[in-house]
């Protein structure tokens, strides 16, 4: 007799409650369910990680096979407002009550005959929406790894081809302290005798070094694929293919061509069971859209949401506006996790920013907004105080967003970056088109 629970909130309030008894970081439970519930697809599965660019990468491969013709699933984490957006079908964000069927059969299968296994709230919820996904007759399956690779709840499925994107330090405490080390965590995904596309222009060595150990089908951003460009339009070759005269792709952004080059190769790689025409690339490149990822938001003062949260993609971040050309001035709203390496993300991105919004954030791995402001304010102290920059701190992204907006001129700009909690709080009710208080005059 399983759980009964008939809302899909009711089931993500029960596998909050779930946690293993003990800090367990393999895959042996997670299998073990997989196996009870006959978990397989019969398409091919492309599993794409690294540190940032997973989420744009996914996006890209998605809209390429859908303009192709093919019946896509994506599997992403984490989401920004619903949980519903962890997964699509066929390009659609999958309803709440077709989520509750797959819910029921892991609790099922985890408690078996009684004999009880316990899951983490992502490993249940990764068994329930790649279990909607197996059901959904597809003709691809893309799955963004949630943390590292070998022991993340996706690589229980073998990846037909292996996705790589940029690799920066993130998540020290669980994935190790560098690169090289954080690299072949992120390897861990590879398999061998399958193409493994590393789209980082300079990987971590352990990650060249393991794909020839286990025998995969390495392609390498540089030697196996490239791309070229100018202003208005880019190219790019791969292993006997090229295509040439592209638009960029409409999520903006220099690192986007550095995706957009590894969901290529990745198809390329995959082309003999999933052709992909040149128009199907135009096009879909064309029409890609991803929430957070640089996503401007045109208005008076103009918005600009990015979950830029580590060195990495603050540093994309920080060039992204610096060529965006001139604002009188640009307010910040940042909130981000306790655990982040915040002084380099201030230090690169502090010349951009004229006044700071800190926010507290709805989760308990939080820094607070206070110890936010003081982290900015000691940064300053070493850099001299080359500038008076004001800063306040809010008691939520929407508070903070609304104290900006109050003294923003119209012809200013209000970046909001930092955690998903912080652009996802921001896009709470939909995406805001900003006017600033003093068009009302």
């Not at 690294?50 to 994506?74: I, P």
């Not at 990650?207 to 100018?230: K, P, T």
């Not at 002084?343 to 989760?363: E, H, Q």
């Amino acid at each position: 007799m399983h759980t009964k629970i008939h809302t899909l909130n009711g089931w993500l309030a029960h596998c909050e409650r779930l946690h293993p008894q003990a800090i367990d970081m393999g895959l042996e439970r997670v299998r073990e369910v997989s196996r009870r519930l006959g978990l397989r697809f019969d398409c091919p599965v492309i599993t794409v990680a690294g540190t940032n660019g997973k989420g744009s990468t996914c996006a890209m491969l998605e809209a390429v096979a859908l303009q192709a013709g093919w019946r896509t699933g994506v599997y992403t984490s984490p989401h920004l407002v619903h949980f519903e957006e962890r997964c699509r079908i066929h390009g659609d964000i999958v309803q709440a009550e077709a989520l509750v069927p797959h819910f029921e059969a892991v609790e099922a299968a985890r408690t078996q005959n009684g004999n009880d296994v316990s899951l983490s709230y992502f490993e249940f919820t990764t068994l329930a929406i790649l279990r909607l996904m197996s059901h959904s007759l597809l003709d691809v399956a893309i799955l963004e790894v949630g943390l590292g690779g070998r022991l993340d709840a996706t690589n229980i499925i073998d990846a037909d081809c292996a996705v790589i994107t940029s690799i920066d330090i993130d998540h020290t405490e669980y994935l190790g302290p560098d690169r090289e080390s954080i690299g072949r965590e992120k390897a861990g995904i590879m398999r061998t005798g399958r193409p493994v596309i590393v789209s980082d222009p300079m990987p971590p060595q352990s990650v060249l070094d393991y794909a020839r150990e286990i025998g995969a089908d390495l392609w390498r951003f540089g030697h196996d694929f490239n791309y070229s460009g100018d202003k208005q339009q880019w190219a790019w070759s791969g292993r006997g293919r090229r295509y040439a005269g592209l638009a960029y792709p409409a999520l903006r952004g220099a690192n986007q061509l550095m995706n957009a080059s590894g969901a290529l190769a990745a198809l390329e790689a995959l082309r003999q069971r999933l052709p992909i025409t040149a128009q199907a690339v135009r096009t879909g490149l064309s029409m890609v859209g991803l929430p957070g990822r640089f996503q401007i938001v045109p208005g008076q003062p103009t918005l600009v949401l990015d979950v830029a949260h580590n060195p990495h993609s603050v540093a994309a971040l920080t060039a992204n506006l610096d060529a965006m050309g001139y604002f009188p001035t640009t307010h910040a709203v940042f909130g981000a996790m306790a655990d982040k390496d915040l002084a380099p993300m201030l230090a690169k991105v502090g010349p951009l920013i004229d006044r700071w919004y800190f926010t507290d954030l709805p989760t308990p791995r939080a820094d607070a907004a206070a110890n936010l402001q003081q982290k900015w304010n000691a940064l300053q102290i070493v850099a001299g105080g080359r500038r008076e920059v004001p800063t306040s701190t809010h008691a939520n992204p929407q508070a903070a967003l609304e104290a900006a907006v109050a003294v923003a001129d119209p012809a200013d700009r209000i970046v909001v970056f930092g955690s998903f909690y912080t652009v996802g709080a921001v896009l709470q009710n939909g995406t805001p088109r900003l006017q600033a208080k003093h068009l009302d005059t």
